[in-house]
């Protein structure tokens, strides 16, 4: 797979050893777009450390919402493929998914920020582009990411959607959900592109059920 300037083939292509970033109900996936804002000096060490090598940063749940303690045992690894800095000392960056990866364990931190020994290799299919997305039943996602919109009132660009892939669709609205960080975490460690879908579409029917729930599903 393509990440800006970097092509990812295989988990070989990957470094063993990554920075990872503990951000509760935050959910990145291959070849999805996750801007960040980074003002922590631990995470604009963990970003300088990452423009100095390899670019890559894991995204991963922590079990705990104040992001110390464990970790879940999946997360993303993205690359910076944008990057700027602001006036107040900030970073503003963009990271694009490349694959899952499962922790194998915790290494030594560096400047604050936590560092995992991790692997790829359960995750061969996130390297091939739209693997699986013929199995997704589109219709049945639109009809109830549809029903959602009308549960609340809101509007989509149908016209873009019609021409978005199944990868693309299924991914950028799992991102996008307002849902929990167990609710991400199904999402993201979905066994395929289908399974992700039926959770997404599972979570939605289930949120449309309750009448108090005014959450739009695009934030």
């Known amino acids: ?9 295989s988990p070989a ?6 920075p990872v970033f503990p951000l509760s109900a935050a959910l990145l996936l291959p070849r999805a777009q996750m801007p960040l804002n980074i003002f922590e000096p631990r995470y604009l060490a ?11 940063i894991g995204m991963i749940q922590p079990v705990s919402e104040d992001g110390e303690g464990a970790l879940f045992p999946i997360g993303c690894m993205g690359r910076i493929t944008s990057y700027g800095e602001t006036d107040d000392g900030r970073y503003m960056i963009g990271l694009t ?12 931190g560096k400047a ?19 693997a699986g997305a013929e199995a997704v039943d589109r219709g049945r996602l639109l009809d109830v990411f549809r029903a959602y919109l ?27 959900s307002p849902y929990g960080p167990a609710e991400k975490q199904a999402l993201l460690e ?10 997404l579409i599972a979570l939605t029917e289930i949120s449309l059920a309750r009448q108090g729930d005014s959450a739009p599903l695009l934030q």
Do not use: K
């Open 112 to 130: 604050g920020f936590r560092r995992c020994r991790v692997s790829a290799e359960p995750f061969l299919e996130d390297f091939q582009e739209n």
């Open 1 to 9: 797979m393509q990440a800006g300037r970097a092509t990812y083939r």
């Open 13 to 18: 292509d990957l470094p063993e050893i990554i």
């Open 190 to 199: 979905a066994a395929d592109l289908r399974a992700r879908a039926e959770t």
């Open 46 to 56: 963990m970003v300088d450390e990452a423009m100095a090598t390899t670019r890559i």
């Open 97 to 108: 998914g490349i694959s899952r990866f499962r922790i194998l364990e915790e290494v030594d």
């Open 150 to 176: 009308d549960a609340h009132r809101l509007e989509a660009d149908w016209d873009n959607i019609g021409q978005t892939s199944n990868e693309t669709l299924v991914n950028a609205l799992s991102m996008m």
